[in-house]
């Protein structure tokens, strides 16, 4: 999110469109986190190595297959910064420690439900990023 905050921010000159939103059940059993990012969508900023990138244009790999290893960590960050791309691996660990669920992804042309491990092709894009993720008090 540190992408959107700094393209988003007042004291920028372009500003991009994002939103994010809370949902708190009344109770407070459980809070709905959606957001929705509408840049150019995660494939379009990852970097790609040589042997990634030739085997998504060769058809052996899909962007669904690639989103994996983004949640893996295993895709750097187009700045080549070090502490850039940590972002989406990082939302997948707590997704894992069982700090999240319902962890839904949407970039480009990929659907992908984490907790059910259904990482879809779609066939009509989305340019941009919507995340959607729950908390739920035990």
């Known amino acids: 999110m540190t992408n959107t905050h700094n393209h988003a921010s007042l004291r920028t000159t372009s500003h991009e469109k994002w939103w994010a939103s809370v949902y708190c059940e009344p109770d407070g059993s459980r809070a709905r986190f959606t957001f929705i990012d509408n840049g150019i969508g995660i494939f379009k900023s990852a970097l790609m190595d040589p042997v990634r990138a030739t085997a998504r244009i060769l058809g052996f790999k899909s962007n669904a297959d690639i989103l994996k290893e983004i949640l893996l960590g295993n895709v750097r960050s187009r700045t080549r910064l070090s502490y850039r791309g940590k972002g ?24 992908a439900n984490v907790g059910e491990e259904r990482f879809e092709t779609l066939n009509i894009g989305f340019e941009g990023t919507f995340f959607y993720w729950e908390i739920v008090r035990d």
């Open 88 to 111: 989406i691996p990082g939302i997948f660990k707590a997704f894992k420690r069982g700090q999240l669920r319902n962890l839904i992804i949407v970039t480009n042309d990929v659907y």
